[in-house]
């Protein structure tokens, strides 16, 4: 959905959370698109999204909206109509203090054997930049008509690598995965079916694309002394999410 370049930035300020604040009501309005689930904040672009909430455009937002988010159009005429942030996983059920712990400051022995030491930071999800799924729908009836409460079925079942960017050594990228339990370019499958419920004008095309979900980690990590270690520079580690993608719609035509 966006360039690589604002994902690392995005996960090197996981920090300071706070930092970030949501859209006002003035540039947006935000409706829960499942109020039985438990949110959290998906960033795009660095900036926050409430999981389970579609925020919809209109003629006077919708460029500030591509902008702020760093969407990237099916087309150069494509008009902005809807983003969804979907999470189907497990943890999206539940409140956090019902959820497993994630100790952030454990070290595993898996990293030791690679002779790096790996310290976790905080973990946020961020929207990928591949498209796993796309839909859309040609409105056959004359202009000034519209096809009303069309449904896009946006279906996502593609496989999606796991991924650590850094400037280190591969070995220093394999010890990171290792810290997960996986290794790097391991494939996760994204599969989940998200309805996108859009009004296409006569003529037009309405359009939805999917993208991944991550869980993206910053790590520290250092080289493994004999009396000291040797801090070697930061690296992420994105894991893809199972059952969750956000979903962009837009008419074209």
Partial sequence: MKKKLSLVIASVMALS????????????VVIPADTGKFSNEVYLNGQPIKENTVIYANDENQEDLV?????????PSAKLVSIQIVNNDVDATQPKSLLPK????????SSEIFGFKIVKGATQNVDGWTEVARAKYFCSKAIGLTCAGVQLSVTA????????????TVGANKAVAAEFG????????????????????????GIAVGYPIYKSTFCSVYGKGIFSDTFLG???????KPSSIAVTSWIQG
């Fill in 17 to 28: 959370l706070s930092f970030y604040s949501l859209a006002s009501a003035t540039e947006t």
């Fill in 67 to 75: 902008e702020k988010y760093g969407l990237e159009k099916p087309s």
């Fill in 102 to 109: 994630d100790d952030n400051d454990y070290v595993s022995p």
């Fill in 182 to 205: 996986r290794t790097v370019g391991e494939s996760i499958g994204v599969s989940t079916i998200v309805n996108v419920p859009i009004d296409v004008p006569g003529g037009k095309t």
């Fill in 157 to 168: 079942n593609e496989s999606v690598s796991v991924q650590v960017q850094s400037s280190l």
């Fill in 234 to 240: 930061g690296a992420t580690y994105l894991e893809p």
